[in-house]
Protein backbone atom coordinates (compact mmCIF):
# COMPACT_ATOMS: atom_id res chain seq x y z
CA UNK A 1 0.00 0.00 0.00
CA UNK A 2 2.73 2.36 1.28
CA UNK A 3 4.35 1.16 -2.54
CA UNK A 4 1.82 2.37 -4.22
CA UNK A 5 1.03 5.48 -2.78
CA UNK A 6 4.89 6.45 -3.45
CA UNK A 7 4.99 5.09 -6.93
CA UNK A 8 1.83 7.25 -7.52
CA UNK A 9 3.51 10.62 -5.98
CA UNK A 10 6.11 9.57 -8.02
CA UNK A 11 4.61 9.53 -11.38
CA UNK A 12 2.57 12.57 -10.50
CA UNK A 13 5.85 14.59 -9.93
CA UNK A 14 7.13 13.05 -13.08
CA UNK A 15 4.40 14.24 -15.08
CA UNK A 16 3.72 17.36 -13.32
CA UNK A 17 8.33 17.95 -14.27
CA UNK A 18 7.32 16.61 -18.00
CA UNK A 19 4.50 19.23 -18.11
CA UNK A 20 6.55 22.39 -17.25
CA UNK A 21 9.91 21.47 -19.50
CA UNK A 22 7.21 21.06 -22.14
CA UNK A 23 5.36 24.97 -21.14
CA UNK A 24 8.91 26.42 -20.69
CA UNK A 25 10.39 24.61 -24.05
CA UNK A 26 7.55 26.42 -26.11
CA UNK A 27 7.15 29.46 -24.49
CA UNK A 28 11.18 30.19 -24.58
CA UNK A 29 10.97 29.86 -28.54
CA UNK A 30 12.20 32.77 -29.84
CA UNK A 31 9.59 34.69 -31.89
CA UNK A 32 10.02 37.34 -34.22
CA UNK A 33 7.68 39.52 -32.89
CA UNK A 34 9.20 39.53 -29.42
CA UNK A 35 12.72 39.33 -30.00
CA UNK A 36 12.38 42.17 -32.82
CA UNK A 37 11.45 45.45 -31.43
CA UNK A 38 8.42 46.81 -33.52
CA UNK A 39 9.34 49.65 -35.90
CA UNK A 40 7.01 52.87 -35.15
CA UNK A 41 5.16 53.19 -37.87
CA UNK A 42 6.27 55.34 -40.40
CA UNK A 43 2.79 57.25 -40.63
CA UNK A 44 3.81 57.97 -37.03
CA UNK A 45 7.05 59.32 -37.59
CA UNK A 46 6.82 62.89 -39.52
CA UNK A 47 9.44 64.36 -40.99
CA UNK A 48 11.18 67.47 -39.14
CA UNK A 49 10.56 70.03 -41.60
CA UNK A 50 6.33 69.04 -41.51
CA UNK A 51 7.00 69.70 -37.97
CA UNK A 52 8.42 72.85 -38.78
CA UNK A 53 5.73 73.92 -40.86
CA UNK A 54 3.13 73.00 -38.60
CA UNK A 55 4.69 74.73 -35.83
CA UNK A 56 4.64 77.72 -37.86
CA UNK A 57 1.18 77.47 -38.96
CA UNK A 58 0.40 76.82 -34.91
CA UNK A 59 2.26 80.55 -33.99
CA UNK A 60 0.13 82.18 -36.79
CA UNK A 61 -2.95 80.92 -35.54
CA UNK A 62 -1.95 81.74 -31.81
CA UNK A 63 -1.00 85.51 -33.32
CA UNK A 64 -4.32 85.69 -34.75
CA UNK A 65 -5.94 85.06 -31.34
CA UNK A 66 -3.28 87.58 -29.65
CA UNK A 67 -4.47 90.51 -32.55
CA UNK A 68 -8.68 89.43 -31.81
CA UNK A 69 -7.29 90.29 -28.30
CA UNK A 70 -6.62 93.62 -28.99
CA UNK A 71 -9.35 94.46 -31.48
CA UNK A 72 -11.26 93.80 -28.14
CA UNK A 73 -8.96 96.55 -26.66
CA UNK A 74 -9.84 98.90 -29.39
CA UNK A 75 -13.64 98.61 -29.32
CA UNK A 76 -12.96 99.43 -25.36
CA UNK A 77 -12.01 102.46 -26.16
CA UNK A 78 -13.59 103.72 -28.68
CA UNK A 79 -17.14 102.65 -27.16
CA UNK A 80 -16.26 103.08 -23.87
CA UNK A 81 -19.30 103.67 -21.84
CA UNK A 82 -18.88 105.01 -18.65
CA UNK A 83 -20.24 104.07 -15.50
CA UNK A 84 -23.38 106.15 -14.90
CA UNK A 85 -22.02 109.70 -13.21
CA UNK A 86 -24.87 111.55 -13.01
CA UNK A 87 -25.51 112.57 -9.52
CA UNK B 1 -83.86 148.99 26.01
CA UNK B 2 -80.33 149.87 26.36
CA UNK B 3 -78.84 147.14 28.01
CA UNK B 4 -79.51 144.95 25.25
CA UNK B 5 -77.09 145.62 22.97
CA UNK B 6 -74.76 145.97 26.13
CA UNK B 7 -75.66 141.97 26.67
CA UNK B 8 -75.87 141.45 22.90
CA UNK B 9 -71.56 142.92 23.40
CA UNK B 10 -71.10 141.24 26.30
CA UNK B 11 -72.30 137.71 24.93
CA UNK B 12 -70.27 138.86 21.89
CA UNK B 13 -67.49 139.40 23.67
CA UNK B 14 -67.18 136.23 25.34
CA UNK B 15 -68.15 134.18 22.35
CA UNK B 16 -65.27 136.33 20.85
CA UNK B 17 -62.46 135.40 23.24
CA UNK B 18 -63.25 131.76 22.94
CA UNK B 19 -63.07 132.00 19.39
CA UNK B 20 -60.16 133.96 19.58
CA UNK B 21 -58.63 131.16 22.38
CA UNK B 22 -59.92 128.63 19.72
CA UNK B 23 -58.15 130.26 16.80
CA UNK B 24 -54.79 130.52 19.13
CA UNK B 25 -54.85 127.22 20.14
CA UNK B 26 -55.39 125.84 16.27
CA UNK B 27 -52.43 128.34 15.25
CA UNK B 28 -50.27 126.93 17.44
CA UNK B 29 -51.18 123.20 16.80
CA UNK B 30 -50.63 123.98 12.82
CA UNK B 31 -47.43 126.07 13.25
CA UNK B 32 -46.25 123.11 15.52
CA UNK B 33 -47.64 120.64 12.84
CA UNK B 34 -46.00 122.54 10.10
CA UNK B 35 -42.85 123.07 11.94
CA UNK B 36 -42.20 119.60 12.88
CA UNK B 37 -43.03 118.12 8.99
CA UNK B 38 -40.41 120.98 7.81
CA UNK B 39 -37.88 119.84 10.13
CA UNK B 40 -38.51 115.99 9.08
CA UNK B 41 -38.66 117.10 5.75
CA UNK B 42 -34.95 119.34 5.88
CA UNK B 43 -33.52 115.93 7.79
CA UNK B 44 -34.77 113.70 5.03
CA UNK B 45 -33.72 115.91 2.60
CA UNK B 46 -30.02 116.20 4.17
CA UNK B 47 -30.41 112.33 4.50
CA UNK B 48 -30.95 111.73 0.78
CA UNK B 49 -28.04 113.82 -0.04
CA UNK B 50 -25.66 112.67 2.23
CA UNK B 51 -26.72 109.14 0.62
CA UNK B 52 -26.50 110.42 -3.01
CA UNK B 53 -23.18 112.18 -2.12
CA UNK B 54 -21.52 108.57 -1.00
CA UNK B 55 -23.03 106.55 -3.51
CA UNK B 56 -21.70 109.20 -6.88
CA UNK B 57 -18.51 108.86 -4.73
CA UNK B 58 -18.44 105.72 -4.81
CA UNK B 59 -19.18 104.89 -8.48
CA UNK B 60 -16.63 107.61 -9.23
CA UNK B 61 -13.84 105.78 -7.74
CA UNK B 62 -14.80 102.87 -9.50
CA UNK B 63 -14.56 104.39 -12.37
CA UNK B 64 -11.45 106.05 -11.49
CA UNK B 65 -10.17 102.99 -10.73
CA UNK B 66 -10.98 101.00 -14.02
CA UNK B 67 -9.40 103.86 -15.56
CA UNK B 68 -5.98 103.33 -14.37
CA UNK B 69 -6.02 99.99 -14.63
CA UNK B 70 -6.60 100.16 -17.63
CA UNK B 71 -3.81 102.59 -18.06
CA UNK B 72 -1.29 100.86 -16.44
CA UNK B 73 -1.95 97.95 -19.11
CA UNK B 74 -1.42 99.38 -21.80
CA UNK B 75 1.75 100.38 -20.43
CA UNK B 76 3.54 96.83 -20.87
CA UNK B 77 1.81 96.70 -24.04
CA UNK B 78 3.87 100.01 -25.32
CA UNK B 79 7.32 98.62 -23.58
CA UNK B 80 6.62 95.51 -25.52
CA UNK B 81 5.74 96.57 -28.75
CA UNK B 82 8.90 96.33 -31.40
CA UNK B 83 7.34 98.47 -33.97
CA UNK B 84 8.01 101.78 -31.91
CA UNK B 85 10.99 103.66 -31.49
CA UNK B 86 12.41 104.57 -28.06
CA UNK B 87 11.42 108.00 -28.23
CA UNK B 88 8.06 106.91 -29.42
CA UNK B 89 7.51 104.38 -26.53
CA UNK B 90 8.58 107.11 -23.92
CA UNK B 91 6.19 109.92 -25.13
CA UNK B 92 3.11 107.35 -24.56
CA UNK B 93 4.58 105.92 -21.16
CA UNK B 94 5.34 109.56 -19.87
CA UNK B 95 1.58 110.69 -21.04
CA UNK B 96 -0.29 107.63 -19.77
CA UNK B 97 2.02 108.27 -16.22
CA UNK B 98 0.73 111.81 -16.33
CA UNK B 99 -2.97 110.76 -16.38
CA UNK B 100 -2.53 108.29 -14.23
CA UNK B 101 -0.90 110.78 -11.55
CA UNK B 102 -4.18 112.92 -12.27
CA UNK B 103 -6.88 110.30 -12.08
CA UNK B 104 -5.15 109.55 -8.34
CA UNK B 105 -5.42 112.95 -7.83
CA UNK B 106 -8.45 113.31 -8.58
CA UNK B 107 -9.76 110.39 -6.85
CA UNK B 108 -8.57 111.67 -3.79
CA UNK B 109 -10.08 115.33 -4.20
CA UNK B 110 -13.64 113.37 -4.89
CA UNK B 111 -13.50 111.51 -1.40
CA UNK B 112 -12.66 114.36 0.78
CA UNK B 113 -15.30 116.60 -1.51
CA UNK B 114 -18.20 117.67 1.27
CA UNK B 115 -20.34 119.98 -0.68
CA UNK B 116 -23.15 119.08 -3.68
CA UNK B 117 -21.14 121.01 -6.60
CA UNK B 118 -17.92 120.53 -5.81
CA UNK B 119 -18.83 116.68 -6.24
CA UNK B 120 -20.50 116.79 -9.21
CA UNK B 121 -18.19 119.18 -10.73
CA UNK B 122 -15.55 116.92 -10.16
CA UNK B 123 -17.12 113.43 -11.04
CA UNK B 124 -17.91 115.24 -14.51
CA UNK B 125 -14.31 115.99 -14.93
CA UNK B 126 -14.07 112.27 -15.49
CA UNK B 127 -15.36 112.25 -18.10
CA UNK B 128 -15.17 115.92 -19.92
CA UNK B 129 -11.51 116.66 -18.34
CA UNK B 130 -9.46 113.29 -19.06
CA UNK B 131 -10.35 112.18 -22.19
CA UNK B 132 -6.53 111.32 -23.02
CA UNK B 133 -8.20 107.75 -21.38
CA UNK B 134 -10.34 107.73 -24.59
CA UNK B 135 -7.23 108.42 -26.80
CA UNK B 136 -4.72 106.07 -25.45
CA UNK B 137 -6.64 103.20 -24.85
CA UNK B 138 -7.55 102.25 -27.81
CA UNK B 139 -4.05 104.30 -29.71
CA UNK B 140 -2.34 101.60 -27.70
CA UNK B 141 -4.62 98.70 -28.31
CA UNK B 142 -4.06 99.54 -32.16
CA UNK B 143 -0.23 99.54 -32.14
CA UNK B 144 -0.08 96.27 -30.39
CA UNK B 145 -2.26 94.76 -33.07
CA UNK B 146 -0.31 96.55 -35.86
CA UNK B 147 2.74 95.06 -33.56
CA UNK B 148 1.51 91.12 -34.00
CA UNK B 149 0.05 91.59 -37.58
CA UNK B 150 3.86 92.22 -38.43
CA UNK B 151 5.22 89.55 -36.44
CA UNK B 152 3.01 87.19 -37.51
CA UNK B 153 3.48 88.23 -41.32
CA UNK B 154 7.24 87.33 -41.18
CA UNK B 155 6.25 84.41 -39.95
CA UNK B 156 4.40 83.66 -42.93
CA UNK B 157 6.91 85.11 -45.07
CA UNK B 158 9.47 82.47 -43.75
CA UNK B 159 7.03 80.03 -43.99
CA UNK B 160 6.61 80.70 -47.59
CA UNK B 161 10.22 80.13 -48.46
CA UNK B 162 9.72 76.96 -46.74
CA UNK B 163 7.02 75.86 -48.80
CA UNK B 164 8.52 77.39 -51.70
CA UNK B 165 11.64 75.15 -51.67
CA UNK B 166 9.58 72.23 -51.51
CA UNK B 167 7.56 73.55 -54.75
CA UNK B 168 10.63 73.54 -56.34
CA UNK B 169 11.66 70.23 -55.24
CA UNK B 170 8.05 69.01 -56.69
CA UNK B 171 8.53 70.36 -59.89
CA UNK B 172 11.93 69.03 -60.38
CA UNK B 173 10.73 65.61 -59.43
CA UNK B 174 7.92 65.65 -62.44
CA UNK B 175 5.33 67.13 -60.48
CA UNK B 176 2.91 69.44 -61.87
CA UNK B 177 2.91 72.36 -59.00
CA UNK B 178 0.67 75.04 -61.03
CA UNK B 179 -2.09 75.57 -58.66
CA UNK B 180 0.46 74.95 -55.65
CA UNK B 181 2.53 78.10 -57.68
CA UNK B 182 -0.43 79.78 -57.40
CA UNK B 183 -1.32 79.43 -53.68
CA UNK B 184 2.32 80.55 -52.90
CA UNK B 185 2.14 83.81 -55.23
CA UNK B 186 -1.17 84.68 -53.44
CA UNK B 187 0.39 83.88 -49.89
CA UNK B 188 2.98 86.70 -50.72
CA UNK B 189 0.59 89.02 -52.08
CA UNK B 190 -1.47 88.56 -49.01
CA UNK B 191 1.31 88.74 -46.40
CA UNK B 192 2.36 91.79 -48.31
CA UNK B 193 -0.94 93.66 -48.06
CA UNK B 194 -0.91 92.68 -43.95
CA UNK B 195 2.09 94.89 -43.53
CA UNK B 196 0.87 97.53 -45.36
CA UNK B 197 -2.51 97.69 -43.63
CA UNK B 198 -0.27 97.50 -40.25
CA UNK B 199 2.21 100.24 -41.38
CA UNK B 200 -1.02 102.15 -42.66
CA UNK B 201 -2.66 101.71 -39.01
CA UNK B 202 0.51 103.22 -37.54
CA UNK B 203 1.19 106.22 -39.56
CA UNK B 204 -2.58 107.19 -38.60
CA UNK B 205 -1.87 106.56 -35.12
CA UNK B 206 1.11 107.19 -33.55
CA UNK B 207 1.16 110.97 -34.38
CA UNK B 208 -2.69 111.52 -32.45
CA UNK B 209 -2.19 113.47 -29.34
CA UNK B 210 -4.76 113.99 -25.85
CA UNK B 211 -5.42 117.25 -26.88
CA UNK B 212 -6.80 116.82 -30.53
CA UNK B 213 -9.64 114.26 -29.00
CA UNK B 214 -11.94 113.75 -30.21
CA UNK B 215 -11.56 115.16 -33.07
CA UNK B 216 -8.87 112.76 -33.90
CA UNK B 217 -11.36 110.05 -33.41
CA UNK B 218 -12.35 109.01 -36.83
CA UNK B 219 -8.43 108.30 -37.26
CA UNK B 220 -8.66 105.30 -34.31
CA UNK B 221 -11.94 104.34 -36.28
CA UNK B 222 -9.85 104.21 -39.95
CA UNK B 223 -7.08 102.84 -38.46
CA UNK B 224 -9.26 100.08 -36.85
CA UNK B 225 -10.12 98.92 -40.31
CA UNK B 226 -7.01 98.50 -41.31
CA UNK B 227 -6.21 96.58 -38.66
CA UNK B 228 -8.97 94.22 -39.74
CA UNK B 229 -8.19 94.32 -42.90
CA UNK B 230 -4.70 93.07 -42.40
CA UNK B 231 -5.74 90.38 -40.09
CA UNK B 232 -8.29 89.49 -43.25
CA UNK B 233 -4.68 89.44 -45.43
CA UNK B 234 -3.44 87.03 -42.79
CA UNK B 235 -6.23 84.71 -42.64
CA UNK B 236 -5.98 84.14 -46.55
CA UNK B 237 -2.19 83.88 -45.91
CA UNK B 238 -2.48 80.98 -43.62
CA UNK B 239 -5.29 80.01 -45.88
CA UNK B 240 -2.22 79.55 -48.70
CA UNK B 241 -0.39 78.09 -47.01
CA UNK B 242 -2.16 75.37 -45.50
CA UNK B 243 -3.59 74.75 -48.79
CA UNK B 244 0.45 74.15 -50.17
CA UNK B 245 1.03 72.07 -47.70
CA UNK B 246 -1.68 69.89 -48.36
CA UNK B 247 -0.83 69.91 -52.06
CA UNK B 248 2.92 68.86 -50.98
CA UNK B 249 1.43 65.70 -48.53
CA UNK B 250 -0.50 64.59 -51.50
CA UNK B 251 2.60 64.42 -53.64
CA UNK B 252 4.05 62.42 -51.13
CA UNK B 253 1.68 59.91 -51.16
CA UNK B 254 1.26 59.69 -54.49
CA UNK B 255 5.22 59.27 -54.78
CA UNK B 256 6.13 57.12 -58.04
CA UNK B 257 2.86 58.29 -59.62
CA UNK B 258 2.83 60.95 -61.98
CA UNK B 259 0.43 63.82 -62.36
CA UNK B 260 -0.75 66.81 -60.53
CA UNK B 261 -2.04 67.24 -57.23
CA UNK B 262 -4.89 69.89 -57.00
CA UNK B 263 -4.47 71.10 -53.56
CA UNK B 264 -7.62 70.97 -51.05
CA UNK B 265 -9.11 73.98 -50.32
CA UNK B 266 -8.31 76.10 -53.08
Redesign the interface.
Known sequence: MIVAVVLLVVMVVLVAVAFYSLKSGTSSTPSTSSTSPTPPSAAAVQPA??Q??DQ??S???S??S???K??S??????N?K????N? | MISRPILIIDMNAFQLRNLGLVVLVAVVLVFGATSSAWAMTATSSVENQQTRMTNLKTRANTEIDRRVASLSGIITKINANKRLTAAQKQGFVSGINAEIASLTSLKSKITNDTDVATLKSDVQSIVTSYRVYLLYIPQIHILAADDVIGTSSDRLASLAVDLNNRIQQARQAGKDVASLQASYNDLLSKVAAAKTAANTADVLVIPLQPSGYPGNKSQLVSARADVTAGLQDLKAALQDARSIMQGLKAFEKSTGATGSATPVGR
Open positions: SDKLSVKVNDFNVDEMGIDSGLDSADLY
